[in-house]
C-alpha cells in the first residue's frame, strides 16, 4: 500500500509518524512486478512426484554444502548452498544412516553393513569398510585426527548368537580394520539402537542394551560402563560443562559426568525416543533434541531449561544439524523442514526443503518464491479457490518464481537482509544486465 | 556487445584450406602459366574429417612443421570427439563455435579434454608415424609437448600462427614434474569450464535482449528513474528538508559523497589484493601478465580502427572486439580465479579476432605470443586448486543470478514463450510507471507535511 493511500496524523511529534508511514510505503516499493504477478498463486510439488524423507544430514562448512541421506531411498544427496547445484552417488544397496565428512571425503554407513569413503570432489568410492559377519551399520565417528573411523553396527543381524552390537575401529589411510569391540551388556528387546563418538582420547559408546560404555579410543580399554535400563539410541558431549548428555527410546535426557560414573540429571523430556541430541557449535550452552514425537526442543545447559519447543513434524525425527543459526531436521515426513534460531525461545520456520531422485525443491514459508532444480516437479495453484493452474501460464508463473537468490540468501553466512539487498540490487526489477 | 557469432574454433580443414591456397598463389607467382585444378576442388580440403594418417600425409605435403603438425592431431581428435558425442561436423562446429547452446549447455574443449586420455593413444601413434616420415624428432618429449599445446590452449587457434615454433624446446632432457603436469590440466579443465559457463550467461543475456529489445531498452531506463526516485523519497524523511530545492541540493550533495566515497572503494579493493598471500600474489601477477601479453595481441589484430577517421565504422566487429578487450583488460581481479577467468575470456576474445581476420582475409599481425613457458616442477597446495574452483563457482553462480539466466533461458530457448512473455513485458512497464507516478506523489506528500508541520510550529511559538 502506497503512502498516499494511508491516512497520515498529524501531530507536533510528526517525524516518527512519517519515517514509520515511508518505511512501509518504501517496502510496498521494493515489491518487484515478478512478486506481484504471482500474488494470488501458491507452489507446491506435484502430488506424484516419490519423495525421499530424511535420515541423516549433515552441513559442510568449507563447501558450504549439505549432504543429504535419505529414509526411503539409498542416494545420498550433496546440495552446494551457493550454487544450488544437486550432486549425488548411489553407492550403498540400501538406505544410508549417516554421513559425515572428513579428509575432503564423504563417510557413509548403510543397511548394506557397510562404511563407504567417497570423495568430495569426484563422488568416486575409495574405501569400502566391512566384514562378512558385519550387520546393519547406523553410525560411525571419526577419531579427532582423522586418521580411523569407528563404525556401530547390529552384527546380532548375521551372527544371531551375539547378544549385543559391535564396534570396528577401521584405518582411514588403507581401510584396515585396527580393532574390533564386542560390547559388553546384552540387548535389551528386539530392537536395535546406538551412537558413538570420540573425544579425548576416549571413545563413548551407547547401546540398546542400555549401556554407556567409555573405551580409551587408542588402546582399547574399557575406561567406564555405566547401565542406564533405557536402549540408548544417541549421545551428546558437553566439555563445556564437563557433562554428557544421552538419550533413548524412554524419551529420556540423562545428563552425567564426562567420566560416566554419576548421572546428574535424569529428565523425561519426549513422549517417545529420542533420535539426535546436538550442542549448537558456536554455542556450547544450548543443545537440541529431537524425537520420534515429532518434536524439536530447544535446551539451556548445565540447567536442562527448556527455552522452545516446536512441532516440527507429525512423524518421527530422525536428523538435525545447524548452518549458522539455522536448525534444518528431518525424518519419515517427506520434506526436511529449516528453522531460524536467533531468537532461542522463538524457533521459526524459514523454509521446508524437498529431496526427489534428480530434483529438489526449496519451499520458503511466506513467499510467492520457491527454488527447484526441475520445475516439472513443481505446480501452481490459485490462492482463492485451491484450483490448479495449467498450461503456458502455469510454465511462466513457475519460471517467474523460482529464484535461487531465495535458498542462497536464507544459507548465507551474513544472512543477508532482504529488503537491503532488493535496494541495492536491480536485477530483482527484471531488467536483464 | 556483440561478439557472439564470431567462430572460436578454427577447424582442420580450414588449416590445410589455407596452406593449400597459399601455396597454389605461391606457385601462381612463380609459374604464370595457368594451374591444373584449383585447390577448392581438392576434396581433402572440404569439411570431411580425415584420419590420423592422411593428415599427417597431407601436414608434410604441403609443408606443416612437425609441432603444427600435432597440433593439427590434436585438433582432429577433438573434431572427432565432438562429431562422435554430438555429432556435429567440423563445417558446424566452426560456424556454431564450441559451446553446444541448449538448456543444459555442453562445453565441447572441456569434454574433449576431460576424455583425453582416450585419444592420447591414437595422437602418439600419429606422432610416432611422424618421426618415421619426418627428420630430426628423437629426443622430444611427447608428453610436455601435447600438455604445452592445452595449457596454452593453443588448439582454438589457426595452426599458421604457430610455423615458427621450435618442437626442439621440447626436449627430453627437460625435467618434469607429474603432479605439477597433473594440476596444470586440472586449472586448464576449471579454466574451460568457467570460461563456458561465463559465456553461455553472456550469450543467454544477449540474445534475450535481442529477441525482446523493444521493451528492455525501455524497462531499463524506467528502472533508472525508479530508483532514482526512491532514493529522492528517502531522502525527503531527512529532517532539515522541507522544499524541493532543498531535496536537489541533498540528491547533488549526496551524489557527489557517492563518487568519493566509490573511489575510496575501489582504492580499498586494490589495498586488499595487495594484502593477498605474496606467493599468490606473485601467481595472480604472472596471470595477469600473460593477460597482457593476450590483449596488447588483440588490440594489435584490431588496429584498423584506430586508423579509421571520425565517424566512420569500416570495422564494426573489429570495434566490438576491441571494446571487450578494454572491458575485460580494466575489470577488477582480487583473487586467482578472477584473474583465470580474465585470461580465459582475453585468449577466448584473441582466438575470435584472430579467426575473424583469416575470414576477412586481413593480415594477422605476427609475433604472437601464444605459448609460454609454464610451471612443470612446482606442486601447488591442493587447497590452493580447491579455492579456485570454490571462487570460480560461487563468482559464476553470482553472475548467473545477476543475470537472471535461469529465468531468462525459458523466453530465449522455447519460440512458443515468446508471444505471453512480450505481454508481461508489457504488463510490467505499467507497473513501474503506475510505481514512479506513486512515488512521485508521496515525495511531494512527505515535503507538504513537513513544510505544513513547520509552519504551525511557527504560529504556535509566535
Redesign the interface.
Known sequence: M???QKP?K?N?N??PD??NT?RE??IS?TKT?NE??CEGYHFEIIDYIKRAGSRSIYYYKT?HSLLITHFYSSRVHIL?L???KLRWFDHHGTTVRSVCVCN?EIVTTSWDGSVHVTSF?SLEPRLILTEKDMGRCPDAAISPENESVFSYSYDSDKNPLLNSNTVREWDLTDGKLKRKLQLPGTHLSSRRCGYCTVFNNRLFVVSNSGHLHIYNSTTGILLAEDFYNDQLQSLCLLPAFNLLAVAGSEGNIYLCDLLGRRILQKRKVHLHDISQLLVHPDKPEIMISISFDGTMKVWKLPELELLAWVDASSDRLWTVTNVNDLLICGGDEEETSIWDIKNLSCPVLKAKLVFSDESYAFLPGGSDSFYTNNQSIMQVRRNEDGTLVEG??A??LL??A????IL?DLFSPENNDLSKFR?T???L????? | MNTKNLPDYYPVYKDLADRMNTNHSDQKQKDLSPQPQPPESDPSISPVMLNAEEITDLALKHGFSPFQTVILLLKNAFEGHVFLTYQIRPDQLFSQGTILFQTKPEFMLLSFYKDLDQYKPGILESWKLLQGKALCLSGINFDLMIQTIIVNHVIRMPVSLFSLYDIRSFSDILSVNQQAMDQQFEMVLSGESALGEYEFIRRVNFIYAEKYKEFVHQLSMKEGVFLHYQRKLALALYPNIKTEEELDDLMYKKLVEEQVNRKYYDMEKSDAANQLDPVISNRIRKLQNKTKGLYRSVSKNCSEIHSASDGENNFPELNNVFLEANIIYNEYVSNYSDALLQYMRMLLLLSEVVILRKNKGYAITDNLQLISEFNRKEVLPKEDLKSVKRDLDSSLASYRMKSLTDYKMKFVMDDDFTDIHNHFLQKQMDFIDQQIIQIQKDIKEVLKMKSDVSISKTSKNQ
Not at chain 1, 523460482?402 to 537468490?405: E, G, H, N, T
Not at chain 1, 526489477?429 to 544486465?433: F, G, K, R, S
Open positions: 502506497s503512502q498516499s497520515v498529524t507536533n510528526m517525524l512519517i519515517l515511508s510505503t518504501g516499493y512486478f506481484s504477478l563447501e552446494d551457493e550454487t544450488g575432503q570432489e503456458q501460464l510454465e511462466y519460471n517467474t523460482c529464484d535461487l537468490r542462497k535496494l540490487n536491480k536485477g526489477l527484471q531488467i536483464p544486465q
